[in-house]
């Protein structure tokens, strides 16, 4: 299974998959998240990995379908988010449920109190949920609590796990995040660098160009009752009556042919034509979260010592109908390791992607560029976080941990990155020139200080009192540097 591949990873994932929905769960009730992750060791590999937010929770009626059923979800309206169309979860259940034949404990709590508990299996070859039991069970605040258990490799994982929810933070700032890894460790609590919770992004219908023929028949099933011509205007963005009815005119097909009707051939061509057809505007990019400068910049501050900091952020693009948007960091700290390019830190809608960098378009791109031509030397430690914002992240694997190269996205991280660049060039070139500009000042000082001593005598007359404001006044400036 996907991300699943490995013990390691299993722990990984799994803690990844809950924390993520929690995230995405506190951000749509613009609440300021608070979340606890504790993992249980249980004899022969299993633990019990828990976790717990203060979001909305869930529906009671949605419970068994949310959890015990893959893919779930019938909505097709798309903004930036961490979860992929319900395929996250669910996978880290059924991994669950093979290695330790454990069902999944849901304990939801929302505003129609007074909350619920869940224990729920998943029929495979039904991809039915199955109740073991549910009960109504008072919860301390509103929120959801999922526990997962399952065999893996904890001892390996634990540092991933510790390091992927350091870097949450980065992307993250106003979420507050609690890791209780079992063995006898404290809790520790980080993040919350920021009081204030991102704006809901607007949902917005999908983008013709983004269309796949897998998207386009799970909508067509929705309503295939339908005419075309309605269908699509009704179903896309950028899709008024007259581009449909051009559209329809480019493919060959009459407005008023129903959905159903469609032959697979049909609606292969029509997808393929899609994306083709040049007469759609752009797609709308306020379904996009950007983490903006101000959070970025405190919460690279927060989590890294850095003596120096700069944002840059991109125009919104596409790809392939899919709006993004890339935004970065560079910053210089002792905290960021020297080496022959600068340290890169990857996050794909405001995730934190810690697998797989060398396979990763980020890494190549960032590896790519000359950075000497940047002030940069192997002495200096910079690092560069890159944030990539889309209604859709081109993942290179299902693991979901490097991006795919695309020629728009390469377009604007190589954009990015010599924005970044530049600003460093500046700062290294202005470091320098103070360095030099100090030199000549002390050479200056200590020559000037001589004649100083020396030469009243020689001309027999009182020394000066200090000869330090002189030289200040000379230069205009301070020469205690
Ligand atoms: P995705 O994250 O891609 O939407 P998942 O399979 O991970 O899909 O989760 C399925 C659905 O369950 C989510 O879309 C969400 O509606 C609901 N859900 C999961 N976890 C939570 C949570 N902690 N709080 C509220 N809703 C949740
Ligand atoms: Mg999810």
Known sequence: MAGFGNPTQSVYSTVRELVENSLDACEDAQRLPRIGISIDIQPSDSMGIKVADNGPGLPYDQVPEAFGRVLYGSKYDMKQKRGTFGLGVTMAILYGQITTDSPVVIHTQNRSGPGRVYRLLIDVEENMPIIENEKELVRVTNGTTVT???RGDLNRARERIAEYLRLTTITSPHAVIEMDFGGGESTKAIGGWS?????????SK????????????????????KKIHDFLVESFQQVGTRTATRFLNFVGLDASVRIESLARADISRLSASLRRFDGFGRPDSRCLSPIDEDAFLLSVRSLFNSSWMKYSRRSPSEWQGNPFIVEGVIAIGDDFPLADT?????FANRVPLLYDASDDVLTRLVKRVNWKHYGFSSQLPVAL?????????????AGKQSLAPMT????EVTGLIRMLGRALR?????????????????????MFNIVAKYGPALAEVEPPISTKHMVRSLFEVNTDV
């Open 206 to 225: 999908p983008h013709p160009r983004s269309a796949d023929l897998e998207l386009l028949r799970r909508m067509m099933t929705k309503s295939p009752s």
């Open 426 to 446: 500046k700062f290294a070139g202005q470091r320098d020139k103070s360095r030099r500009d100090a030199r000549k000042m002390r050479e200056f000082t200590e």
């Open 148 to 150: 997962i258990t399952l």
């Open 408 to 411: 728009e996205i390469e377009t």
């Open 342 to 346: 600068p340290t890169l830190y990857r």
């Open 385 to 397: 976080f890159v944030h990539f914002g889309s209604t859709k992240v081109p993942y290179k694997a």
């Open 195 to 203: 009081k204030h919770v991102p704006t809901v992004p607007t949902l």
